[in-house]
């Protein structure tokens, strides 16, 4: 048997033509959208933002369920699984019935071909008359007659067309003949062309149509070869067998592998819910458990059933948290024994060193009796007595932050007037050091409720520290308000920190070079103690440093004492900082000292302008303070006579000295 055309069979691969697909459509516009934002006006990203909104909550689910995960990968990858297998299965069972009808089509085509031979080859009678049972027929009618007979046979079960050689081919052959009003044109031309040049059998799979409902076709098998009629003319048979019942078994097949499929899945999906569950219920008492340790429920235990892998696991976490807890009290008792024990020492020092003070000043008051030696020696026991109770205020007052006993007394306060107050005290020391103290960004009120008493003693540290180690360098005190919140930064120009130092500064008794001599007395306990000042305010109090280019202490309070911080008015990297400098102007000279100053023009603590309540004439015009980052640095406000003539003639070389800075 020949091979037949190159017509593809029923639901096998082939070439759907159609319009090209134009640029920018698709899946890929789509992802696009979500990744980079609706383009356009207001109306896209509303809509894209409606689209996300419900999606959230579930992509927060997946997240955060591995239950769910696991069961929705085991679903997913099970149906994969159910597909792969029921397409595997039903191309088999399609080839095998597709296998099946052509062979029997081959079979009943055949016997149908040699009977047609037969016929056409009857012999003829010696008076040159047909033989008895054909001779009233005509090459017409024979046609008719043969289609008819072979098609008697096979009704429903297939239908027989018979067409001239050089029909509906622009020929003048006698027209097509057909039986089950099965339409001629349902015979390929490509099958056609086939079995005109050659003398085998040609099978391929059609779509059959019919004259009553040229709309609708079904699925078909032709068989056709190539015949001589009774006139000796070439003719074309075929036998049309339509694939209706293989379709039907086709179809029972794919509905009963879908089921089982469907059921399949809907099985592994419980299964691996309850496996996980068994996995998962452990690890979410566990996380649980550990939560509620973390919250400081030291004696919450797992509850432990059985022998297995989870059972020894939560027997170890059992453990865990019972030496973590004899361990948590262990260093609780230590911790109080500790905080006992300074407070009581510090208490009890108390009484000695009032008296050792009181004999102290009555020898330091004498002190002109003495020899040079013994005076010096007097003057040396009046300063160390100083720091000694220095030194024991700073341990009471840790002691106090240690046994959470330290008490806010929270009233609205200017921090201006702060500031006055601790820039005054520390003048002394600064004319000493040869530094100046400057002020900038107090020309509106910084009101916020704190603890006038603590935060005067967090600015008083962090202003004392700026001038001991700033080298000589001016120190620049910045305030501002926005928001919710009003800061004050101190900036120096001295040594700086280290990378690494600016959270290890406010350790208790840490100092950055041991070696190096407290001309002051300080204790080592200053910054740890304005870090709880701040925190007990609710407040940050923070640290930036870079090696030679100074440091900035920031401290960030809320404007009330019932209000969360979100931010601070200041930034904690200065503007003038080696990192923004080389940021903005990456070719400027420093000044003569070496490092650069701020480009905004500031005013010595002796020209402080005087409170709102006590300034002359309308409010002076400044900047917005709660401009973020902070408020900007102003120009002295005029006073009136001479007062106005010395801040002119002081702000204009401070202009000029801050653009040399630039």
Sequence with gaps: MSGGSAAPKPGGPGVRTGRA????????RLGRLIQDGAPGGPIPRLALRWLRRPLLPAVRLWRRNIQLRVVVTTLLMSLGVVLLLGFVVIGQVRNGLLDAKSKAA???????????REQADTPVGPSGQEGPASAARNANSWRSDLVAQLASGGKGSYNVVALSADSERGGTGRAPRTSGLVDPASIPEALRDAVGRGSGTYETYISIRYWNDSSDTEPGLVVGTRLNDIEGKPFELYYVFPLAQEEQSLALVRGTLATAGLFVVVLLGAIAWLVVRQIVTPVRMAAGIAERLAAGRLQERMKVTGEDDIARLGEAFNKMAQNLQLKIQQLEDLSRMQRRFVSDVSHELRTPLTTVRMAADVIHEARSDFDPVTARSAELLGDQLDRFESLLSDLLEISRFDAGAAALEAEPIDLREVVRRVIDGAEPLAERKGSRIRVVGDRQPVVAEADARRVERVLRNLVVNAVEHGEGKDVVVRMAAAGGAVAVAVRDYGVGLKPGEATRVFS??????PARARTTGGTGLGLSIAVEDARLHGGWLQAWGEPGGGSQFRLTLPRTADESLRGSPIPLEPEDSRQNRERTDPSGEPEADGHHRTSAPVQSVSDLPPLPAQQRGGAPVGVDPAAL????????ACQVGERSEETSA?????REESARGR
């Design 21 to 28: 697909a134009r640029p920018g459509r698709g899946p890929a």
């Design 106 to 116: 081959q079979s009943q085509a055949a016997g149908g071909f040699a009977v047609a």
């Design 508 to 513: 208790r008794f840490w100092r950055a070079d």
């Design 629 to 636: 980052p902070g408020s900007a640095s102003r120009i002295v």
């Design 650 to 654: 002081q702000v204009v070389p401070e």
